[in-house]
């Protein structure tokens, strides 16, 4: 036997040797095979080699401000943990009131346009390239008579956009790294994460969840959802959102009116989101200048998302005023316009046309027929939780349900209604140290997905 186990050690090391070569036989834990039993005649050999694969790294330093982002952008994470549940649970019926993703189709006027568009540019006479990066002028002068009438907006202070949230980093870059900003808290994220990503803020603080050198508005059921100014220190920029995007609330002409007069006593620039005005119902404004002097201190960003059913063709705009001007006296709008040329190519010849549509007679009625769907929807998820005893917030005047869970995370919240009801909802820390203990859910879904969701609600929390 000794015989053989030789003859076999000395034909295994030499087969080995030619296979690896000398010095990779010399990284190989052991060289010696064991032969327990009765020889057959086949013989397996198993190398481990302790060398690990060398991965090539390049000397370019990683951007330190993208390592002080928390975990994945909110919305993504909620669609890998609804995506995980889904594999948990193949054959459940998932309902997704997350996301503010629109579900309805798009009205025919406004794509009967944009296939129009789309159709002409297949000839010589209907093809266009590269159009103005600044928007196609007969819809920027649309959207400003459309939106701004009698507000002292203009054609020339619209930027046609490829969305609101392609602005809003925009914005960023616009303003520069040394700036200071504050967010109502909670807020839509967008906010916060390009201003870490440009190096405005400091560090993410775990013990109070906030970034550094970022001033938290707190917005809250106690203060009726619009901040205390008197307790808010000075910053460059404001972001601000009316209707607000998780609560819901749309702030008063009283309390922009306070929001204006504080920008202008600090100095500051007001960015106003308007992305679900169309969504107000009462007399609230539907624009920051409707309040007078707003557009000193103030510019405003919208989209036709959230009222046409946009939230893929992707089409939004930017409005600055002419007196909007930096401590030097120089027009803001003119550096954006020059970001928007270095940025950005224009939004799609094909969006614009649909957007020309959406602001014709036709297309506005569509787009209230398309918005009052969605307002039916709020109601219904609203009468659900109020029926169930919950402090329910939020609804009136935007697509957006905001529920109160005291003493609860908002994660754990979330966790318990997806897998108990395979509904998935939004946690409301997700906007912010101000969300928790909230959960947001969105009135975007078809009405039957809606009214099952509550059902659901309702067998759960009955």
Not at 14 to 28: P, Q, R, V, W
Not at 37 to 66: H, Q
Not at 154 to 159: G, L, P, R, T
């Amino acid at each position: 036997m000794s015989v053989i186990h030789q003859s076999l050690s000395t034909s295994i090391s030499s087969s080995t040797s030619a296979f690896l070569g000398h010095n990779n036989l010399k990284s190989m834990k052991s060289s010696n095979v064991s032969i327990p039993g009765r020889i057959n005649g086949v013989v397996k050999c198993v190398a481990t080699l302790s060398a690990e694969k060398t991965v090539y790294k390049t000397k370019v330093s990683r951007n330190e401000n993208m390592g002080k982002l928390q975990a994945g952008y909110l919305f993504p994470e909620i669609a890998r943990r609804r995506a995980a549940h889904m594999l948990k649970y193949p054959d459940a019926q998932v309902i997704s009131l997350g996301i503010g993703d629109t579900t309805e189709p798009i009205p025919e006027v406004i794509t009967s346009a944009m296939a129009k568009r789309s159709y002409a540019l297949s000839t010589v006479e209907g093809y266009s390239g590269y159009g103005a990066e600044q928007g196609e002028k007969q819809l920027r002068a649309a959207i400003a008579e459309t939106y701004y009438e009698n507000l002292g907006i203009e054609e020339d202070d619209i930027f046609v956009s490829d969305g609101a949230k392609s602005d809003i980093s925009r914005f960023q870059v616009l303003f520069g790294s040394k700036v200071t900003m504050a967010v109502q808290d909670p807020s839509y994220p967008a906010y916060v994460d390009s201003s870490v990503i440009l190096g405005q803020t400091g560090q993410f603080q775990k013990d109070v969840e906030k970034y550094g050198n970022i001033e938290y508005m707190k917005c809250t059921p106690e203060n009726g959802f619009f901040p205390d100014l008197s307790a808010v220190r000075r910053t460059d920029i404001i972001f601000f959102c009316s209707p607000n995007n998780p609560t819901g609330y749309a702030a008063s002409r009283e309390q922009l009116t306070r929001l204006v007069e504080f920008a202008k006593e600090n100095g500051s620039i007001i960015v106003y989101d308007s992305a679900y005005a169309m969504y107000v119902s009462d007399d609230n404004p539907r624009s920051i200048f409707e309040i007078p002097g707003a557009k000193e201190v103030s510019m405003e960003v919208s989209s036709f998302s959230k009222y046409a059913g946009f939230t893929g063709v992707r089409l939004g705009w930017t409005a600055i005023p002419k007196e909007l001007l930096y401590s030097d006296g120089f027009p803001v709008a003119k550096d954006f316009n020059r970001i928007v040329c270095t940025c950005f190519n224009g939004a799609s010849n094909i969006a614009q046309a649909g957007g020309l549509a959406c602001v014709s007679p036709e297309g506005i009625k569509a787009m209230h027929e398309v918005v009052g769907f969605y307002k039916e929807n709020t109601d219904i998820i609203v009468e659900t939780f109020n029926s169930l005893g919950f402090k329910v917030y939020g609804g009136k005047n935007a697509p957006y349900v905001w529920i109160h869970f005291p003493g609860q995370s908002s994660w754990d919240v979330f966790s318990e209604i997806l897998e108990k009801t395979h509904v998935v909802t939004t946690p409301g820390s997700g906007f912010g140290p101000g969300g928790e203990g909230f959960i947001r859910v969105s009135a975007f879904g078809h009405r039957e997905n809606v009214l099952e969701a509550c059902r659901r609600f309702k067998q759960l929390y009955k």
